[in-house]
């Protein structure tokens, strides 16, 4: 972290504005690591320093990051494993600042995972009355006849006991013994794809996440790659979570 000066330091915490943070340093008012400072030149570290305004300690706003990931296959997106497998934080930790994925991917499950520490937008996000689409491309073991796709649109395959929401199945291959569909999904359930796969009976062989909210996986993106979001991209996960 840098050194900021104080009034700054007092209006991103949302105390004051600057004019105002200037008006409660000159009347003493603020203390840096015990002592009074009363300059208007004054610099402090808001990570480091201890910075009080009448005695109460300022806590600095965490700054918001957004981010895409392109989540390898082979890890946990879950933070620790009490069975000691890879999780994806060996990728996390590279980053500036702590960010934490938005949904989960499983183990084997490849793709775009979105990262942030706005806990507004991830809960929104989260939350199925937002019907977030999710796109995935799989490889299924079976032939994708017309009749399967059509019911993995439907809205009737059960998942313990309970109707999946309608979902898009757009075949893209068909072979005699396997082929490759798109799906978009508008809830995140627990192995939502492949349960669904396999309830029509073609079971899921390989799965990837190439969407997430309106935006698509980075083709420039490597497995394992993380960059931040464009300010376009933010918009457009917000607009989705009815955050404008
Ligand atoms: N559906 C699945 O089956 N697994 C995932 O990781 C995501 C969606």
């Not at 972290?1 to 209006?11: C, T, Y």
């Not at 300022?58 to 620790?80: N, V, W």
């Not at 649109?153 to 893209?172: H, V, Y």
């Not at 997430?212 to 918009?235: S, V």
Request: charged share 25%; proline share 7%; net charge positive.
């Amino acid at each position: 972290m840098s050194l900021e000066r104080l009034q700054k330091i007092l209006a991103q915490a949302g105390l004051a504005s600057r004019r105002q943070a200037e008006a409660l340093i000159l009347a003493g008012r603020v203390q840096v690591n015990g002592q009074v400072s009363q300059s208007l030149g004054a610099r402090a570290d808001p990570e480091l320093d201890r910075i009080e305004l009448d005695g109460q300690l300022i806590q600095a706003r965490e700054k918001l990051g957004y981010y895409m990931f392109h989540k390898p296959a082979g890890y946990l997106t879950s933070l620790a494993d009490p069975q000691n497998r890879p999780t994806v934080k060996v990728f996390l930790k590279k980053l500036p600042i702590r960010v934490y994925p938005i949904g989960r991917l499983d183990y084997d499950v490849s793709g775009l995972l979105i990262l942030t520490n706005d806990g507004e937008l991830a809960r929104r996000l989260m939350h199925p009355s937002f019907e977030v689409p999710k796109l995935y491309r799989a490889q299924v073991r079976g032939v994708l006849t017309p009749e399967r796709l059509k019911r993995l649109s439907s809205g009737q395959i059960l998942i313990e006991g309970k109707p999946a929401a309608p979902a898009r199945a757009r075949l893209l291959t068909s072979g005699p013994d396997r082929g490759w569909l798109e799906l978009v999904l508008t809830e995140g359930r627990h192995r939502q794809v492949k349960r669904m796969c396999a309830a029509v009976g073609t079971p899921v062989e390989v799965l990837k996440r190439l969407g997430y909210g309106g935006l698509r996986l980075d083709p420039n993106l490597q497995p394992g790659d993380i960059r931040p979001l464009k300010g376009q991209e933010i918009l457009t996960l917000k607009a989705q979570a009815q955050l404008t």
